[in-house]
């Protein structure tokens, strides 16, 4: 399990029982525009471990929404205000989509099928 942010040194067990206590996935939305151009991201996958808040995780793409979102005309007034609410409302769950991920049996060609 590596690739998402905040399960360094964590074994399986560990994500397992946060999971099961209330701990989750989350991705967070920015919006950055020039003009005529606006793009709307996803963050990198983050583990959210149970009882921890995520405005902190947050800050960053709140902020970079905040200051350079609005600049497209039209979509940076219609991503911008999606995704500062996204954000500050924990980010958006992605926890179903992850564990079924990391359960999904894997290709590996050194075995013969």
């Known amino acids: 399990m590596t ?3 905040g ?3 964590l074994s399986t067990a560990q994500v ?3 999971l099961r206590r209330g701990g989750r996935f989350v ?3 920015y919006c950055v525009s020039f ?3 606006t793009m709307r991201r996803s963050s990198d996958v983050y583990f959210v471990r ?3 808040g995520t405005f902190g995780l947050s800050l960053g793409y709140t902020l970079l929404s905040l200051f350079l979102g609005w600049w497209g005309i039209p979509w940076g007034f219609i991503y911008t205000p999606l995704c500062l609410s996204t954000n500050l409302h924990g980010g958006k ?6 564990v079924a991920s990391l359960l999904a049996p894997r ?3 050194r075995l013969q099928y």
Not at 93 to 98: A, M, N, R
């Open 3 to 5: 690739g998402i942010l």
């Open 7 to 9: 399960m360094e040194g």
């Open 16 to 18: 397992q029982e946060e």
């Open 27 to 29: 991705v967070f939305e």
């Open 35 to 37: 003009f005529v151009t």
């Open 50 to 52: 149970a009882g921890q």
């Open 93 to 98: 769950d992605v926890t179903e989509l992850v």
């Open 107 to 109: 290709y590996d060609p």
